[in-house]
């Protein structure tokens, strides 16, 4: 049976625009396309014009899954929030994505962002992607319609492990006098050790949740 929802859609669910309907979308049509997704793990698919394979497509989704799970609890836990009122709360932070006109990605190993790219390009939003903090400085010099940066942390550059790499490149860009707002989107562990560190060099925001991070790019493209 063909898949019903695009992987951009599954995306869009997944990061944080219709927490409401996580259980009915998960349980009613998500689950049995994960199941097919795992049952052809020898295919690739393309999301956010990058092709991966079927296991990657499986553990992004499985990871946005898993995050929105944590999302919801912490709003269960919320003395006082209703589901309603969380889905007005967040309408502003919705229409505030497709405002932007271009984010510039930077990350060694896009197809580990597939499906977030997948669901700004949905919305109109144009992603630009690049793997190193040279390449990512060149591109936002030769541009004046960037409107936010995500960098991940670490990276390998040129055969070299820069475990700093995004707070490399958000120093580099601010003493270039380059004004542009960055988030650092990365691993838990990265987000831990460096949180300070990034906010404190200017940093926009940073997280490990595609969940915060749809939200940071929506008051950014409110702003």
Request: zero cysteines; glycine letters at 6%.
């Amino acid at each position: 049976m063909p898949v019903a929802i695009t992987f951009a859609e599954v995306s869009d669910l997944l990061t944080g625009l219709a927490w409401p309907l996580l259980a009915a979308v998960v349980l009613w049509r998500l689950l049995p396309n994960i199941r097919s997704v795992i049952a052809s793990r020898a295919f690739t698919v393309k999301a956010g014009g990058i092709e991966i394979s079927v296991q990657q497509a499986s553990e992004q989704i499985a990871r946005q899954v898993d995050d929105l799970r944590t999302q919801v609890s912490a709003l269960k836990a919320a003395p006082g929030v209703e589901g309603a009122t969380v889905l007005e709360a967040a309408s502003p932070i919705a229409e505030g994505v497709p405002r932007l006109r271009t984010v510039l990605w930077v990350d060694d190993f896009p197809e580990n962002n597939a499906f977030e790219v997948a669901s700004l390009e949905e919305k109109g939003v144009a992603v630009l992607q690049e793997r190193t903090t040279a390449a990512a400085t060149r591109e936002i010099a030769a541009r004046d319609d960037v409107d936010a940066l995500i960098s991940d942390m670490g990276r390998t550059e040129d055969g070299v492990t820069h475990p700093d790499a995004g707070l490399e490149l958000l120093r580099a860009l601010r003493e270039q006098g380059v004004a542009t707002p960055v988030l650092i989107y990365a691993s838990a562990p990265a987000v831990n050790r460096t949180r300070e560190a990034a906010l404190a060099a200017g940093a926009a925001g940073i997280t490990a949740s595609a969940t915060e991070l749809m939200e940071q790019l929506g008051r950014l493209g409110m702003r």
